[in-house]
């Protein structure tokens, strides 16, 4: 019997199984992949966190600057919800979790905030990353 291995980006929507959903293996032949099945009672979603640093050249980002940011950027795009808290790790951060359906339109929305956020605060980068996710009906 060949053991199931997973990464931990797999494994970062192991809450969705609460609400019902199963990892189902399927080997082929590009490799191993995953395939979600949320059950009768949940729906597949994409959970997107997206880590935004707010050291910029000149200063840091003020939670005013951020709370407008958040209006104008991130909720007219993802209206029906989103989480942001607060991180440190090197640099004083803002974390956002949003969870969309898995449609060009979410992707490219995400892309957006992304950039909007890299030019208004002069950011080389923002660290994203997205999973699958079971959401309950």
């Known amino acids: ?3 199931l291995m997973i990464s931990v980006g797999t494994l970062i929507f192991a809450a969705g199984f609460v609400a019902g959903g199963r990892l189902q293996p399927s080997v ?3 490799g191993f992949a995953v395939v979600m099945d949320c ?4 729906a597949p979603q ?7 640093g707010l050291d910029r050249p000149k200063g840091s ?8 940011f958040l209006r104008d950027e ?3 795009r993802f209206p029906d919800g989103l989480t942001v808290w607060e991180a440190d790790d ?5 974390v956002l979790l949003l969870v969309h359906p898995d449609t060009a339109a979410a992707r490219q929305s995400v892309l957006a905030v992304i950039e909007a956020y890299r030019k208004t605060f002069e950011q080389e980068s923002v660290l994203w990353e997205s999973a699958r996710a079971c959401v309950a009906a």
């Open 46 to 52: 994409l959970r997107t966190t997206l880590y935004f």
């Open 90 to 94: 090197h640099e004083r951060s803002k």
């Open 74 to 76: 991130v909720t007219r």
């Open 28 to 30: 082929g032949a590009q």
């Open 61 to 68: 980002v003020s939670e005013l600057e951020w709370q407008i």
């Open 1 to 3: 019997m060949r053991p």
């Open 39 to 42: 059950g009768a009672s949940s």
